[in-house]
Nanobody, 121 residues
Framework: QVQLVESGGGLVQPGGSLRLSCAAS????????MEWYRQTPGKQRELVAR???????NYADSVKGQFTISRDNTNNTVYLQMNSLKPEDTAVYYC???????????????WGQGTQVTVSS
């Protein structure tokens, strides 16, 4: 099977930066897109950033110019560089990969466990 492990969350002051990482392990044949979502209590999980297999990126309007998504295909890892953080960026951040595993001919979504990001003075 596949496991996604996130790291890099924490407490940061407004204006600060954090870098989230999410690494996938297991019987991975191919990874299509990699995404970051975030969720606050009482709200739906929202897509923050996406990077496809060819490196195309998309961002939520609220984070354009502030967050940068990148991927390391060799290590099956996606990163989210978050700069100029604001209190409204506080949320639990989840990574999501679309993966083909050994023995399958289709892609399946896998989620990380989530990492808390808190922006506060």
């Amino acid at each position: 099977q596949v496991q996604l492990v996130e790291s890099g969350g924490g407490l940061v002051q407004p204006g600060g930066s954090l870098r989230l990482s999410c690494a996938a392990s297991g019987s991975i044949v191919s990874i299509n897109r990699m995404e970051w979502y975030r969720q606050t209590p009482g709200k739906q999980r929202e897509l923050v950033a996406r990077i496809t297999s060819d490196g195309t990126t998309n961002y939520a309007d609220s984070v354009k110019g502030q967050f940068t998504i990148s991927r390391d295909n060799t290590n099956n890892t996606v990163y989210l560089q978050m700069n100029s953080l604001k209190p409204e960026d506080t949320a639990v951040y989840y990574c999501n990969f679309v993966i083909m595993i050994a023995g399958n001919r289709f892609f399946t979504m896998y989620w990380g466990q989530g990492t808390q990001v808190t922006v506060s003075s």
